[in-house]
Protein backbone atom coordinates (compact mmCIF):
# COMPACT_ATOMS: atom_id res chain seq x y z
CA UNK A 1 0.00 0.00 0.00
CA UNK A 2 1.21 3.13 -0.94
CA UNK A 3 2.86 5.92 1.68
CA UNK A 4 0.61 8.65 2.23
CA UNK A 5 3.03 12.01 1.32
CA UNK A 6 1.60 14.76 3.26
CA UNK A 7 4.66 17.00 3.05
CA UNK A 8 3.98 16.41 -0.83
CA UNK A 9 0.39 17.24 -0.76
CA UNK A 10 0.78 20.00 2.00
CA UNK A 11 2.70 21.46 -0.69
CA UNK A 12 -0.34 21.81 -2.91
CA UNK A 13 -2.35 23.64 -0.30
CA UNK A 14 0.37 25.77 0.75
CA UNK A 15 0.91 27.42 -3.07
CA UNK A 16 -2.43 28.51 -3.25
CA UNK A 17 -1.27 31.69 -0.60
CA UNK A 18 -5.11 32.86 -0.15
CA UNK A 19 -6.37 29.34 0.82
CA UNK A 20 -3.59 28.57 3.11
CA UNK A 21 -3.84 32.02 4.85
CA UNK A 22 -7.60 31.92 5.18
CA UNK A 23 -7.34 28.25 7.12
CA UNK A 24 -4.90 29.35 9.35
CA UNK A 25 -6.99 32.59 10.59
CA UNK A 26 -9.93 30.72 10.85
CA UNK A 27 -8.37 28.04 12.32
CA UNK A 28 -6.84 30.09 15.13
CA UNK A 29 -10.08 32.35 15.58
CA UNK A 30 -11.78 29.02 16.71
CA UNK A 31 -8.71 28.70 19.20
CA UNK A 32 -9.11 31.56 20.66
CA UNK A 33 -12.80 31.62 20.63
CA UNK A 34 -11.85 28.13 22.62
CA UNK A 35 -9.71 29.86 24.68
CA UNK A 36 -12.00 32.90 25.84
CA UNK A 37 -15.01 30.19 26.91
CA UNK A 38 -12.80 28.09 28.56
CA UNK A 39 -11.15 31.12 30.50
CA UNK A 40 -14.92 31.75 31.67
CA UNK A 41 -15.45 29.03 33.36
CA UNK A 42 -13.31 28.38 36.92
CA UNK A 43 -13.91 24.79 37.08
CA UNK A 44 -12.46 24.58 33.49
CA UNK A 45 -9.86 21.94 34.62
CA UNK A 46 -11.33 20.23 36.77
CA UNK A 47 -14.05 19.38 34.08
CA UNK A 48 -11.31 18.50 32.09
CA UNK A 49 -9.75 15.98 34.73
CA UNK A 50 -13.39 14.73 35.34
CA UNK A 51 -13.76 13.98 31.86
CA UNK A 52 -10.73 12.09 31.39
CA UNK A 53 -11.74 9.78 34.30
CA UNK A 54 -15.17 9.11 32.55
CA UNK A 55 -13.51 7.84 29.97
CA UNK A 56 -10.66 6.16 31.72
CA UNK A 57 -12.91 4.45 33.47
CA UNK A 58 -15.66 3.50 31.03
CA UNK A 59 -12.75 2.43 28.47
CA UNK A 60 -11.45 0.12 31.47
CA UNK A 61 -15.04 -1.39 31.77
CA UNK A 62 -16.17 -1.16 27.76
CA UNK A 63 -17.33 -4.74 27.53
CA UNK A 64 -19.99 -4.24 30.49
CA UNK A 65 -21.37 -1.03 29.60
CA UNK A 66 -21.79 -2.15 26.00
CA UNK A 67 -23.35 -4.92 26.99
CA UNK A 68 -25.91 -2.68 29.87
CA UNK A 69 -26.57 -0.22 27.14
CA UNK A 70 -27.75 -2.90 24.38
CA UNK A 71 -29.58 -4.62 27.00
CA UNK A 72 -31.59 -0.86 27.82
CA UNK A 73 -31.51 -0.09 24.25
CA UNK A 74 -33.70 -3.12 23.67
CA UNK A 75 -36.09 -2.79 26.50
CA UNK A 76 -36.51 0.97 24.77
CA UNK A 77 -37.85 -0.83 21.39
CA UNK A 78 -34.63 0.00 19.47
CA UNK A 79 -32.56 -2.92 17.30
CA UNK A 80 -28.73 -3.55 18.06
CA UNK A 81 -26.78 -4.65 15.39
CA UNK A 82 -22.70 -5.40 16.23
CA UNK A 83 -20.04 -4.76 13.24
CA UNK A 84 -16.77 -5.78 13.71
CA UNK A 85 -15.76 -3.74 10.83
CA UNK A 86 -16.01 -1.42 8.24
CA UNK A 87 -17.10 -4.04 5.92
CA UNK A 88 -19.93 -5.49 8.45
CA UNK A 89 -21.48 -2.09 9.19
CA UNK A 90 -21.94 -1.18 5.89
CA UNK A 91 -23.27 -4.42 5.12
CA UNK A 92 -25.83 -4.33 8.18
CA UNK A 93 -26.66 -1.09 7.11
CA UNK A 94 -27.40 -2.40 3.44
CA UNK A 95 -29.47 -4.67 4.63
CA UNK A 96 -31.91 -2.82 7.15
CA UNK A 97 -32.53 -0.36 4.44
CA UNK A 98 -32.70 -2.73 1.48
CA UNK A 99 -35.35 -4.66 3.00
CA UNK A 100 -36.81 -1.73 3.68
CA UNK A 101 -36.81 -0.96 0.00
CA UNK A 102 -35.17 2.37 0.57
CA UNK A 103 -33.69 4.04 -2.14
CA UNK A 104 -33.31 7.14 -0.38
CA UNK A 105 -31.53 8.03 2.56
CA UNK A 106 -30.74 11.47 4.44
CA UNK A 107 -27.62 11.65 6.63
CA UNK A 108 -26.18 13.75 9.34
CA UNK A 109 -22.53 14.76 9.67
CA UNK A 110 -21.01 11.07 11.02
CA UNK A 111 -17.13 10.60 10.56
CA UNK A 112 -17.64 6.90 12.06
CA UNK A 113 -19.67 6.48 8.10
CA UNK A 114 -16.67 8.62 6.55
CA UNK A 115 -14.35 6.09 8.42
CA UNK A 116 -16.48 2.93 6.85
CA UNK A 117 -16.72 4.68 3.54
CA UNK A 118 -20.38 3.79 3.69
CA UNK A 119 -21.45 6.22 1.08
CA UNK A 120 -20.17 4.57 -1.75
CA UNK A 121 -20.91 1.12 -0.97
CA UNK A 122 -24.61 2.56 -0.50
CA UNK A 123 -24.60 4.13 -3.59
CA UNK A 124 -22.84 1.07 -5.88
CA UNK A 125 -25.73 -0.28 -4.53
CA UNK A 126 -28.50 1.42 -5.56
CA UNK A 127 -29.49 3.79 -2.76
CA UNK A 128 -29.06 7.61 -3.12
CA UNK A 129 -27.15 9.00 0.05
CA UNK A 130 -27.29 12.79 0.64
CA UNK A 131 -25.60 14.21 3.25
CA UNK A 132 -27.76 17.13 5.07
CA UNK A 133 -25.02 19.31 7.29
CA UNK A 134 -23.93 22.31 4.87
CA UNK A 135 -20.15 21.70 4.83
CA UNK A 136 -20.88 17.60 4.56
CA UNK A 137 -23.11 18.75 1.30
CA UNK A 138 -20.49 21.21 0.04
CA UNK A 139 -17.93 18.28 -0.11
CA UNK A 140 -20.27 15.36 -0.87
CA UNK A 141 -21.07 18.05 -3.65
CA UNK A 142 -17.61 18.33 -5.04
CA UNK A 143 -16.61 15.13 -4.19
CA UNK A 144 -14.13 15.35 -1.76
CA UNK A 145 -13.68 13.99 1.51
CA UNK A 146 -14.02 16.24 4.73
CA UNK A 147 -11.32 18.02 5.38
CA UNK A 148 -12.11 18.75 9.32
CA UNK A 149 -13.94 16.84 11.50
CA UNK A 150 -16.05 19.60 13.16
CA UNK A 151 -16.09 21.72 9.66
CA UNK A 152 -15.99 19.73 6.74
CA UNK A 153 -15.14 22.30 3.83
CA UNK A 154 -13.15 24.68 6.18
CA UNK A 155 -10.39 24.85 3.52
CA UNK A 156 -13.21 26.62 1.02
CA UNK A 157 -13.49 30.23 0.12
CA UNK A 158 -16.85 31.57 -0.07
CA UNK A 159 -16.15 31.97 -3.83
CA UNK A 160 -15.21 27.66 -3.79
CA UNK A 161 -18.47 27.28 -2.24
CA UNK A 162 -20.27 29.51 -4.35
CA UNK A 163 -18.53 27.49 -7.93
CA UNK A 164 -19.08 24.55 -6.49
CA UNK A 165 -23.12 25.57 -6.14
CA UNK A 166 -23.70 26.40 -9.34
CA UNK A 167 -22.02 23.44 -10.95
CA UNK A 168 -24.52 21.05 -9.11
CA UNK A 169 -27.51 22.63 -7.86
CA UNK A 170 -28.17 25.44 -9.63
CA UNK A 171 -27.29 28.31 -7.84
CA UNK A 172 -26.58 31.84 -9.25
CA UNK A 173 -22.88 31.58 -10.84
CA UNK A 174 -20.56 34.29 -9.40
CA UNK A 175 -22.95 35.03 -6.43
CA UNK A 176 -20.77 34.92 -3.19
CA UNK A 177 -23.23 36.12 -0.56
CA UNK A 178 -23.34 33.28 2.46
CA UNK A 179 -26.82 34.01 3.18
CA UNK A 180 -28.01 33.17 -0.19
CA UNK A 181 -25.49 29.82 -0.41
CA UNK A 182 -26.70 28.73 2.64
CA UNK A 183 -30.16 29.06 1.51
CA UNK A 184 -30.03 27.42 -1.56
CA UNK A 185 -28.51 23.87 0.07
CA UNK A 186 -31.18 24.33 2.36
CA UNK A 187 -34.40 24.90 -0.31
CA UNK A 188 -32.69 22.00 -2.53
CA UNK A 189 -31.91 19.83 0.76
CA UNK A 190 -35.09 20.15 2.03
CA UNK A 191 -37.08 17.68 -0.17
CA UNK A 192 -34.93 15.05 0.08
CA UNK A 193 -35.85 15.13 3.65
CA UNK A 194 -39.60 14.82 2.82
CA UNK A 195 -39.24 11.79 0.38
CA UNK A 196 -36.10 9.44 2.15
CA UNK A 197 -37.46 6.49 3.45
CA UNK A 198 -34.60 6.47 5.85
CA UNK A 199 -32.67 8.94 8.10
CA UNK A 200 -29.50 8.47 9.45
CA UNK A 201 -26.92 9.73 12.17
CA UNK A 202 -23.90 9.16 14.45
CA UNK A 203 -23.92 9.68 17.68
CA UNK A 204 -21.87 11.84 20.47
CA UNK A 205 -22.17 9.84 22.98
CA UNK A 206 -24.14 6.72 24.10
CA UNK A 207 -25.61 5.99 27.53
CA UNK A 208 -25.36 2.61 29.20
CA UNK A 209 -27.92 3.42 31.92
CA UNK A 210 -30.12 4.07 29.46
CA UNK A 211 -29.75 3.01 26.02
CA UNK A 212 -30.39 6.18 24.66
CA UNK A 213 -27.96 8.73 22.54
CA UNK A 214 -27.30 12.40 22.01
CA UNK A 215 -26.52 13.54 18.75
CA UNK A 216 -25.30 17.54 18.88
CA UNK A 217 -25.71 19.28 15.91
CA UNK A 218 -25.84 23.48 15.04
CA UNK A 219 -28.06 23.00 11.91
CA UNK A 220 -31.07 21.06 13.07
CA UNK A 221 -30.44 18.39 10.39
CA UNK A 222 -29.63 15.02 12.43
CA UNK A 223 -33.28 15.69 14.02
CA UNK A 224 -34.66 16.10 10.64
CA UNK A 225 -32.86 13.04 9.59
CA UNK A 226 -34.01 11.07 12.41
CA UNK A 227 -37.38 12.43 12.94
CA UNK A 228 -39.10 12.94 9.42
CA UNK A 229 -38.67 9.34 7.97
CA UNK A 230 -39.93 6.75 9.89
CA UNK A 231 -36.66 4.31 9.67
CA UNK A 232 -33.89 6.08 11.75
CA UNK A 233 -30.05 4.19 11.61
CA UNK A 234 -27.71 5.39 13.93
CA UNK A 235 -24.09 4.68 13.58
CA UNK A 236 -22.16 4.26 17.07
CA UNK A 237 -18.37 3.84 17.54
CA UNK A 238 -18.10 1.51 20.50
CA UNK A 239 -15.99 4.19 22.40
CA UNK A 240 -19.06 6.45 22.96
CA UNK A 241 -20.25 5.13 25.70
CA UNK A 242 -20.59 6.79 28.50
CA UNK A 243 -22.07 4.79 32.09
CA UNK A 244 -24.42 7.33 33.46
CA UNK A 245 -26.97 10.08 32.28
CA UNK A 246 -25.52 12.48 34.67
CA UNK A 247 -21.46 12.20 32.58
CA UNK A 248 -23.06 14.22 29.69
CA UNK A 249 -23.14 17.01 31.70
CA UNK A 250 -19.36 17.22 31.97
CA UNK A 251 -18.76 16.48 28.03
CA UNK A 252 -21.66 18.77 27.23
CA UNK A 253 -20.16 21.47 28.91
CA UNK A 254 -16.99 20.62 27.18
CA UNK A 255 -17.71 19.75 23.94
CA UNK A 256 -19.22 22.88 21.79
CA UNK A 257 -16.67 25.10 23.76
CA UNK A 258 -13.53 23.12 22.73
CA UNK A 259 -15.03 22.88 19.16
CA UNK A 260 -16.23 25.53 18.50
CA UNK A 261 -15.75 28.29 21.34
CA UNK A 262 -19.82 28.65 21.79
CA UNK A 263 -21.21 27.79 25.28
CA UNK A 264 -23.53 24.94 23.77
CA UNK A 265 -24.59 23.67 20.26
CA UNK A 266 -27.85 24.75 18.97
CA UNK A 267 -29.31 20.91 18.91
CA UNK A 268 -28.30 18.57 21.93
CA UNK A 269 -31.00 15.60 20.71
CA UNK A 270 -31.40 12.90 22.89
CA UNK A 271 -32.89 9.65 20.89
CA UNK A 272 -34.19 6.96 23.31
CA UNK A 273 -36.84 4.84 21.11
CA UNK A 274 -38.37 4.42 17.53
CA UNK A 275 -40.98 7.13 16.93
CA UNK A 276 -44.33 5.62 16.59
CA UNK A 277 -45.17 3.34 13.84
CA UNK A 278 -41.33 3.53 13.08
CA UNK A 279 -38.16 1.62 13.75
CA UNK A 280 -34.89 2.78 15.27
CA UNK A 281 -31.79 0.53 14.64
CA UNK A 282 -28.08 0.90 16.34
CA UNK A 283 -25.22 -0.17 14.62
CA UNK A 284 -22.47 -0.40 17.13
CA UNK A 285 -19.33 -1.00 15.35
CA UNK A 286 -15.69 -1.53 16.55
CA UNK A 287 -13.80 -1.23 13.28
CA UNK A 288 -10.07 -1.69 15.31
CA UNK A 289 -11.20 -0.20 18.54
CA UNK A 290 -10.57 -3.35 20.77
CA UNK A 291 -7.44 -3.64 18.95
CA UNK A 292 -6.32 -0.11 19.96
CA UNK A 293 -7.96 -0.57 23.06
CA UNK A 294 -5.24 -3.19 24.02
CA UNK A 295 -2.63 -1.39 22.64
CA UNK A 296 -0.60 0.30 26.12
CA UNK A 297 0.31 3.16 24.57
CA UNK A 298 -2.29 4.22 22.20
CA UNK A 299 -5.60 3.23 23.78
CA UNK A 300 -5.87 7.07 25.68
CA UNK A 301 -6.91 7.93 22.19
CA UNK A 302 -9.96 6.55 22.65
CA UNK A 303 -10.87 9.13 25.18
CA UNK A 304 -11.38 11.38 21.72
CA UNK A 305 -14.54 13.01 21.80
CA UNK A 306 -14.03 14.82 18.19
CA UNK A 307 -14.16 18.32 18.97
CA UNK A 308 -11.39 19.17 16.92
CA UNK A 309 -9.48 21.71 19.34
CA UNK A 310 -6.23 20.03 18.90
CA UNK A 311 -6.94 20.56 15.03
CA UNK A 312 -7.21 24.19 15.55
CA UNK A 313 -4.36 24.79 17.37
CA UNK A 314 -2.26 22.42 15.57
CA UNK A 315 0.69 24.85 13.44
CA UNK A 316 0.85 22.58 10.97
CA UNK A 317 -2.62 21.30 10.73
CA UNK A 318 -3.88 25.31 10.17
CA UNK A 319 -1.12 25.71 7.38
CA UNK A 320 -1.21 22.47 5.85
CA UNK A 321 -4.59 22.00 5.47
CA UNK A 322 -6.98 18.42 6.40
CA UNK A 323 -6.90 16.73 2.76
CA UNK A 324 -3.21 16.30 2.75
CA UNK A 325 -3.10 13.74 5.06
CA UNK A 326 -4.87 11.42 2.96
CA UNK A 327 -7.01 9.89 6.11
CA UNK A 328 -10.51 10.54 7.39
CA UNK A 329 -8.74 11.80 10.71
CA UNK A 330 -6.51 14.33 10.02
CA UNK A 331 -4.22 16.86 12.27
CA UNK A 332 -3.31 15.38 15.79
CA UNK A 333 -5.75 13.10 16.76
CA UNK A 334 -5.40 11.60 13.00
CA UNK A 335 -1.69 11.33 13.59
CA UNK A 336 -2.36 8.88 16.40
CA UNK A 337 -5.30 7.39 15.02
CA UNK A 338 -4.75 6.50 11.35
CA UNK A 339 -1.12 4.31 12.00
CA UNK A 340 -3.41 2.20 13.89
CA UNK A 341 -5.23 1.22 10.97
CA UNK A 342 -2.51 1.00 8.70
CA UNK A 343 1.24 2.05 9.89
CA UNK A 344 2.97 1.46 6.90
CA UNK A 345 0.00 3.66 4.89
CA UNK A 346 0.03 6.35 7.23
CA UNK A 347 4.08 6.35 8.51
CA UNK A 348 4.56 9.47 7.64
CA UNK A 349 1.88 11.35 9.39
CA UNK A 350 3.37 11.38 12.83
CA UNK A 351 5.96 13.80 12.07
CA UNK A 352 3.82 15.99 10.82
CA UNK A 353 4.16 17.59 14.13
CA UNK A 354 6.59 19.92 15.87
CA UNK A 355 5.52 18.11 19.24
CA UNK A 356 4.73 21.59 20.42
CA UNK A 357 2.10 19.92 22.71
CA UNK A 358 -0.48 22.59 22.33
CA UNK A 359 -3.03 19.94 21.35
CA UNK A 360 -2.38 18.16 24.46
CA UNK A 361 -3.09 21.42 26.07
CA UNK A 362 -6.10 22.01 24.41
CA UNK A 363 -7.64 18.20 24.56
CA UNK A 364 -10.70 18.61 26.83
CA UNK A 365 -10.43 14.88 27.60
CA UNK A 366 -6.73 14.99 28.34
CA UNK A 367 -5.07 12.86 25.74
CA UNK A 368 -1.53 12.99 25.82
CA UNK A 369 -1.50 13.24 22.01
CA UNK A 370 2.25 14.83 21.34
CA UNK A 371 3.38 12.04 23.26
CA UNK A 372 1.91 9.37 21.64
CA UNK A 373 3.12 11.52 18.01
CA UNK A 374 6.52 10.78 20.08
CA UNK A 375 6.06 7.15 20.26
CA UNK A 376 4.70 6.66 17.27
CA UNK A 377 7.75 7.73 15.77
CA UNK A 378 9.88 5.37 17.68
CA UNK A 379 7.47 2.32 16.77
CA UNK A 380 7.85 3.90 13.09
CA UNK A 381 11.65 3.74 12.87
CA UNK A 382 12.07 0.47 15.26
CA UNK A 383 10.17 -1.42 12.49
CA UNK A 384 11.63 0.25 9.28
CA UNK A 385 8.70 1.90 8.01
CA UNK A 386 10.45 5.19 7.72
CA UNK A 387 11.21 6.40 4.21
CA UNK A 388 14.77 5.73 2.99
CA UNK A 389 15.65 9.73 2.51
CA UNK A 390 14.26 10.13 6.40
CA UNK A 391 15.74 7.39 7.68
CA UNK A 392 19.41 8.04 6.08
CA UNK A 393 18.93 12.06 7.46
CA UNK A 394 18.47 10.16 10.88
CA UNK A 395 21.09 8.20 11.06
CA UNK A 396 23.15 10.77 10.12
CA UNK A 397 21.77 13.49 12.58
CA UNK A 398 22.27 10.48 14.91
CA UNK A 399 25.51 10.57 14.38
CA UNK A 400 26.50 14.27 14.32
CA UNK A 401 24.61 14.80 17.21
CA UNK A 402 26.36 11.95 19.42
CA UNK A 403 29.82 13.47 18.72
CA UNK A 404 30.44 16.90 19.92
CA UNK A 405 33.65 17.54 17.98
CA UNK A 406 31.12 16.56 14.57
CA UNK A 407 28.53 18.25 15.78
CA UNK A 408 30.83 21.50 16.14
CA UNK A 409 32.24 21.25 12.82
CA UNK A 410 28.80 20.40 11.58
CA UNK A 411 27.43 23.76 12.98
CA UNK A 412 30.31 25.75 11.21
CA UNK A 413 29.59 23.91 8.28
CA UNK A 414 26.10 24.43 7.99
CA UNK A 415 26.66 28.54 8.25
CA UNK A 416 29.29 28.50 5.56
CA UNK A 417 27.15 25.88 3.46
CA UNK A 418 24.12 28.13 3.49
CA UNK A 419 26.30 31.76 3.00
CA UNK A 420 28.20 30.42 -0.23
CA UNK A 421 26.41 27.40 -1.46
CA UNK A 422 24.66 27.72 -4.64
CA UNK A 423 20.77 27.66 -4.18
CA UNK A 424 20.06 24.58 -5.63
CA UNK A 425 22.78 22.19 -3.25
CA UNK A 426 20.08 23.08 -0.43
CA UNK A 427 16.90 23.91 -1.71
CA UNK A 428 16.28 20.37 -3.85
CA UNK A 429 13.81 17.42 -3.50
CA UNK A 430 15.84 16.22 -0.33
CA UNK A 431 14.62 19.19 1.62
CA UNK A 432 11.13 19.11 1.72
CA UNK A 433 11.25 21.71 4.32
CA UNK A 434 12.77 24.37 2.12
CA UNK A 435 9.97 24.26 -0.18
CA UNK A 436 7.45 26.95 1.11
CA UNK A 437 10.30 28.61 3.41
CA UNK A 438 13.67 30.51 3.63
CA UNK A 439 16.29 28.36 5.99
CA UNK A 440 17.09 31.25 8.67
CA UNK A 441 20.32 33.10 8.67
CA UNK A 442 22.97 31.53 10.85
CA UNK A 443 23.83 33.71 13.64
CA UNK A 444 27.39 34.80 13.57
CA UNK A 445 28.69 33.54 16.49
CA UNK A 446 27.88 30.04 18.01
CA UNK A 447 26.31 30.12 21.36
CA UNK A 448 29.67 27.72 22.90
CA UNK A 449 31.68 29.93 21.67
CA UNK A 450 30.02 33.37 22.95
CA UNK A 451 29.97 31.65 25.95
CA UNK A 452 33.79 29.75 26.34
CA UNK A 453 34.60 33.52 25.39
CA UNK A 454 32.42 35.54 28.24
CA UNK A 455 32.63 33.23 30.75
CA UNK A 456 35.37 34.49 32.71
CA UNK A 457 34.07 38.03 32.92
CA UNK A 458 32.89 38.88 36.12
S1 LIG B 1 -8.02 14.43 20.59
FE1 LIG B 1 -8.94 15.78 22.12
S2 LIG B 1 -8.83 17.81 21.18
FE2 LIG B 1 -8.52 16.33 19.50
S3 LIG B 1 -10.53 15.97 18.66
FE3 LIG B 1 -10.22 14.41 20.23
S4 LIG B 1 -11.09 15.27 22.10
FE4 LIG B 1 -10.85 16.95 20.68
Known sequence: MKRIDHA???????????????????????????????????EWEELRSLASEIKEHTLSHLADYLE???????????????????????????????????????????????????????????????????????????????????????????????????????????????????????RTTRPYFLRAEAGMTGANFAVAETGSFVVCTNEGNADLSANVPKLHVASIGIEKIVPKTEHLAVFIRLLSRSALGSPI????????????????????????????LGMPDFWYSLKCIRCGACMNTCPVYRR????????????????????????RKYSNLPFASTLNASCTNVCPVKINIHEQIYKWRQIIA????????????????????????????????????????????????????????EIPETPRQSFRSWYIENRKRP
Open 8 to 42: EAASEFIAARAHQEFHDRRLWDLRLKRDREAHGIP
Open 68 to 186: EFETRAKENGAQVHWARDAIEHNQIVHDILSSRGTKTLVKSKSMLTEECDMRPFLERRGIEVIETDLGERIQQLDDEPPSHIVVPAVHKLRGDVSSVFARTIGAEPGNEDVHYLAETQR
Open 265 to 292: TQYTSHFRAPREGGELHIVLVDNGRSDR
Open 320 to 343: SGGLSYGATYSGPIGVIIDPTFNM
Open 382 to 437: ERNQLPFVKKEMMRIAGRVLADPRLYRAAISAAGLAIEHLPRFAIYNWLNAWGRQR
